[in-house]
């Protein structure tokens, strides 16, 4: 059995957040997204951007995270930048 269909989604996850943080230079805080897409894996990795005081302050970043299927890093971006403190809206599901 090949290696991508025998990583549990955490050891995706880990790859995922160790090869972003040796290529961007960023230390995920928090996983808020995992999916798998076409050929692969999305993540959604928060990271602090510009750490103030008090930290509900500082500065956040969501970046996209693709991997292949054996849970590589193919490519990121930035999607979102946020305060800390601030909540998104409510969506509604009707």
Same mark, same amino acid.
């Given at each position: 059995? *090949?290696?991508?269909?025998? #990583?549990? $989604?955490?050891?995706?996850?880990?790859?995922?957040? @160790?090869?972003?943080? @040796? #290529?961007?230079? $960023?230390? !995920? +805080? /928090? +996983? *808020?997204?995992?999916?798998?897409?076409?050929?692969?894996?999305? #993540?959604? =990795?928060?990271?602090?951007?510009? !750490?103030?005081? !008090? @930290?509900?302050?500082? =500065?956040?970043?969501?970046?996209?995270?693709?991997?292949? &299927?054996?849970? @590589? +890093? *193919?490519?990121?971006? %930035?999607? %979102?930048?946020? /305060? %800390?403190?601030? $909540?998104? $809206? !409510?969506?509604?599901? &009707?």
């Amino acid at each position: 059995m *090949s290696e991508a269909k025998t #990583l549990s $989604a955490v050891a995706r996850v880990t790859k995922a957040r @160790d090869q972003f943080r @040796d #290529l961007s230079g $960023a230390e !995920p +805080v /928090s +996983v *808020s997204s995992l999916k798998q897409v076409d050929g692969g894996w999305e #993540l959604d =990795l928060d990271v602090v951007e510009v !750490p103030r005081i !008090p @930290d509900t302050t500082s =500065l956040m970043a969501t970046y996209r995270v693709v991997t292949d &299927d054996a849970g @590589d +890093v *193919s490519g990121y971006e %930035r999607v %979102r930048r946020f /305060s %800390r403190n601030q $909540a998104d $809206a !409510p969506t509604r599901s &009707d």
